[in-house]
């Protein structure tokens, strides 16, 4: 990404978060309403036999996990990747996308919940006939506000077996109300992200060190975000 995109991208964010700061949150709640949702416990948006079970997470919701817990930021936080079945298949997308530099390393934007060898959500009990979240009470916006997201200005929802269930006005109002906050928040943190950001150069040999890496076990991570950029390397 070269400077000049860069200063377009931050444009246009931050006009859209001009506009989203002026949403109506009970017409956001009027729509939850009619919509209906109930959350069933059947613990499918956490487990990773389910589908895509990537919950991105703000730097601003790190730290307060941080604060208000034991955990430190590697036990609770991991680069964002992309949904590949192997990572192998990891390197290649990547590389496809240009996002290898030419010593190997893989280019990711922002951080997701850390998962377990099997793919579930670190704070999901083992047990999968217990649902209870481990971190409940500071879990991120998009646990506590899912299956509800807004793109485009507009409420959307993810396939959840909770939709069309009675939900009371009460409720509705207040998942409203997270809704737009993690709209807000996840715009003002890309938007640190670009302002953070440095291009790297990439390589003719750059998938065959990753690959390189990975047969040694690792893969190595710089991950952009908001308040800058970090390598981590990754046992894989
Ligand atoms: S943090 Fe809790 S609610 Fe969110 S995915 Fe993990 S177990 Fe599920």
Known sequence: MNEKLKEIL???LETELGVVKKINVQQIADQIYNI????IMCGKCCRRDFGDNRVAITTTEIHNIENESDLKWEEIAEPFI?????????CKINSADGLIDEDGNIHTFGWMLKRKKNGDCSFIPDDATNNRCGIYKLRPLLCSTYPFYIEGFKLNTSECEG?????SHQESCELAELVLKRYILELEDTILTYKNYIGFKTGDNSLNIAESDLKQGY?????????????????I
């Open 10 to 12: 931050i444009h246009e």
């Open 36 to 39: 209906g949702f109930q959350c």
């Open 82 to 90: 992309t949904e590949a079945e192997s990572p192998e298949e990891e």
């Open 163 to 167: 939709i069309g269930k009675e939900i």
């Open 219 to 235: 893969l190595n991570y710089i991950i952009h975000y908001s308040e800058g950029s970090c390598r981590i390397r990754k046992k």
